[in-house]
């Protein structure tokens, strides 16, 4: 069974910081990848998908990458802004069907 | 507004009524998924289609949960006999499928479900 984590739980940055967020799976035999972004009570929305032929996806200042064989993605943001305050979840599509969810990562960024 | 479309956003429901929600993919894709979302936790399969065929259901999917895509277009999920438990958030996505495709899932804005 696919499970998926994400570290850390909850992160608080100052503006302008550049930051890391992690994503591990257990299941190496991955479709894709994808990141998405969930501010309260709102559904998500799509920020990369990586396929499991490439190693990383670039998206004005995110950037993430995806080493399958350890069952690693990080999601890069640079030069944080507090409207990049939000929940980041990571997703992985297994056999072509359904995402399996890490539990996200709560982002806030301080002005 | 061609993105995937979700109703109602809200239902507040008395315990044991059913409630149905729609979801209307994106035209072109081919795949529609359901998630359910509870407070504080990332959102969980349930079920999803390919065109009209329900190809796989989730162990969450007890038997008070219903879904449907007649005709492969929008789809419905019902909940008859409500329970506080079944509170959370639904959220249906869509995505092309077939050879080729790059499979990326979209997301409605979800519909929030409280039984009180």
């Known amino acids: 069974k696919q499970e998926v984590t994400q570290i850390p739980a909850a992160l608080s940055v100052p503006e302008g910081e550049n930051l890391v967020l992690n994503c591990s799976f257990t299941d190496s035999a991955i479709y894709n990848l994808q990141w998405f972004r969930q501010d309260p009570g709102k559904g998500l929305t799509s920020l990369l998908l990586i396929q499991s032929s490439q190693r990383e996806q670039t998206s004005g200042r995110l950037n993430a990458s995806l080493d399958k064989s350890s069952g690693r993605s990080t999601l890069y943001i640079a030069a944080s802004q507090p409207g990049d305050s939000a929940t980041y979840l990571c997703a992985v599509e297994t056999s072509g069907s359904r995402l399996t969810f890490g539990e996200g990562t709560q982002l806030t960024v301080n002005p | 507004d061609t993105g995937v479309s979700q109703d109602p956003r809200h239902k507040i429901t008395k315990r044991g009524q059913n409630v149905t929600f729609r979801c209307d993919p994106i035209?072109?894709?081919?795949?529609l998924y359901w998630y359910r979302q509870t407070l504080g936790q990332g959102p969980e399969f349930l079920t999803y289609?390919?065109?009209?065929?329900?190809l796989e259901k989730s162990r969450l999917l007890s038997d008070r949960f219903s879904a449907e895509r007649p005709k492969g277009s929008f789809s419905t999920l019902e909940i008859q006999r409500t329970e506080q438990g079944d509170s959370a958030m639904y959220l249906c996505?869509?995505?092309?499928w077939g050879e080729g495709a790059r499979t990326e899932a979209f997301f409605g804005q979800g519909t929030r479900l409280t039984v009180v």
């Open positions: 996505a869509s995505s092309p």
């Open positions: 035209s072109e894709h081919n795949r």
């Open positions: 289609f390919q065109n009209e065929a329900q």
